[in-house]
């Protein structure tokens, strides 16, 4: 597993994101957080678990740090992976006495996904979540946009995408298929 670094983007102080993004507010556990910020998530490596809102805190107690992940859904195979990252990252800086938590409840939800995230996504060719979508059902491609051409006429053409947490669409526009990082 190869340790991601992506250019730190100044995620800081957007209130509106603060539950998805609790970064510290004391300049030892903001370094901290800022490092494990860098880690990308190995599903989905144009996103970084900040990006995400995996990443939930960090803390230094003493020479001790605590780093604390929510991951996307439990049994989430990218866990080992990313808990490797972080220690391996923050060990690179000097931090030795590294503990990382993983924490279950509250549950992740895709609404902890920053702005900045979504628009990656989007880049990188994944619809993503769309967080506001009417009610209504998902099968019927209601509010999905085709990260192609941003055409709203897409359909589903399976539940399960690339991975568990995506669905595959196609557009009806483009033709294009693409996942789209599943609401939940
Ligand atoms: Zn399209």
């Avoid at 990308?40 to 678990?49: F, G, H, K, S, Y």
């Avoid at 998902?138 to 991975?163: A, D, E, I, N, W």
Wanted: aromatic share 6%; with cysteine.
């Amino acid at each position: 597993m190869t340790v991601g670094r992506l250019a730190h983007s100044p995620a800081a102080a957007d209130h509106t994101e603060s539950v998805a993004r609790p970064r510290p507010t004391d300049a030892a556990s903001a370094a901290v957080w800022d490092l494990a910020a860098t880690v990308v998530d190995p599903e989905v490596p144009v996103l970084t678990i900040a990006d995400l809102g995996i990443l939930r805190e960090a803390s230094v107690s003493g020479g001790s740090v605590l780093v604390s992940i929510t991951p996307t859904y439990s049994g989430c195979p990218a866990v080992e992976a990313i808990r490797d990252d972080i220690v391996t990252v923050l060990a690179a800086a000097g931090y030795s006495d590294v503990a990382v938590r993983v924490v279950l409840s509250p549950a992740w939800t895709t609404d902890w996904m920053s702005a900045d995230g979504k628009r990656k996504l989007e880049e990188f060719g994944i619809a993503p979540p769309t967080g506001t979508r009417p009610a209504g059902p998902v099968s019927l491609g209601l509010g999905v946009r085709c990260p192609h051409c941003g055409s709203l006429h897409t359909r589903q053409l399976s539940r399960f995408g690339s991975t568990s947490c995506k669905a595959l669409y196609a557009c009806q526009r483009c033709q294009e298929p693409f996942d789209f990082f599943k609401d939940h």
